[in-house]
Nanobody, 115 residues
Framework: QVQLVESGGGLVQPGGSLRLSCVAS????????MGWYRQAPGKQRELVAT???????NYADSVVGRFTISRDNAKNTVYLQMSSLKPEDTAVYYC?????????WGQGTQVTVSS
């Protein structure tokens, strides 16, 4: 069974930075696609970024140039470095692990961008 635990969310001013972390249990982390998704109030969950086991990355257009996803397979951890944050980045951010046809989700961490 895979468990994902996110951390690093919080309140930040516009233009600020945050780094989210997600630690995965189990033995399939290194061979899985990892991703970050977010859900703002009243909106559907949306993709933010993904990273394959080989390190290939993909980003939503809205975060290109501002967010960076990375992974440390030795620590079973995926990161999301967020910079130049905007109020519209406010959401609950979820970590996702995709392996074969299965998806696993963390509990989410709140990111609020406000002055």
């Amino acid at each position: 069974q895979v468990q994902l635990v996110e951390s690093g969310g919080g309140l930040v001013q516009p233009g600020g930075s945050l780094r989210l972390s997600c630690v995965a249990s189990g033995s399939i982390f290194s061979i899985s696609v990892m991703g970050w998704y977010r859900q703002a109030p009243g909106k559907q969950r949306e993709l933010v970024a993904t990273i394959t086991s080989g390190g290939s990355t993909n980003y939503a257009d809205s975060v290109v140039g501002r967010f960076t996803i990375s992974r440390d397979n030795a620590k079973n951890t995926v990161y999301l470095q967020m910079s130049s944050l905007k109020p519209e980045d406010t959401a609950v951010y979820y970590c996702n692990l995709a392996f074969l046809s299965r998806d696993y989700w963390g509990q989410g961490t709140q990111v609020t961008v406000s002055s």
